[in-house]
């Protein structure tokens, strides 16, 4: 299958299952949805289409997002996930959400334990 395959399989999944959720009204009532990796921002501007009304917590290290779909200052928590994670820990997540990765195996592994470890964080 090509990259170009797997990345669309990849993104319709996701948005499929944050639709799910959504319409299903899966979430707790409380809590902030948190966003591992703001991107472009597409994956945030679903989002806060898809829960209105959400705050939505986003982590990242640096904006590279286009401007329609940048969250406030407030809700941008920038630098290393794994520092900036722990600092945020609150216990108030309703939903974690993380879209990241490089496509390498054994990088990803490493991105894989963190993502396993965000219920102590959150």
Not at 24 to 50: F, M, Q
Not at 76 to 89: D, K, M, Q, R
Not at 102 to 109: H, L, N
Request: hydrophobic residues 40%.
């Amino acid at each position: 299958m090509s990259r170009l395959d797997l990345f669309v399989n990849r993104i319709t999944a996701q948005r499929d299952i944050l639709n799910l959720i959504a319409a299903r009204r899966l979430l707790p009532e409380t809590g902030a949805i948190l966003e591992v990796g703001l991107g472009n921002g597409r994956t945030y501007s679903h989002l806060v289409d898809s829960f209105a009304g959400r705050r939505i917590v986003v982590f990242d290290r640096a904006v590279a997002s286009h401007g329609t779909s940048t969250p406030p200052e407030a809700d941008l928590i920038l630098g290393e996930i794994s520092e900036t994670g722990a600092a945020y820990a609150k216990g108030d997540a309703a939903m974690v959400h993380a879209d990241i990765g490089t496509g390498y195996p054994e990088k990803d592994a490493k991105i894989q334990a963190w993502c396993r470890n965000l219920r102590s964080i959150c």
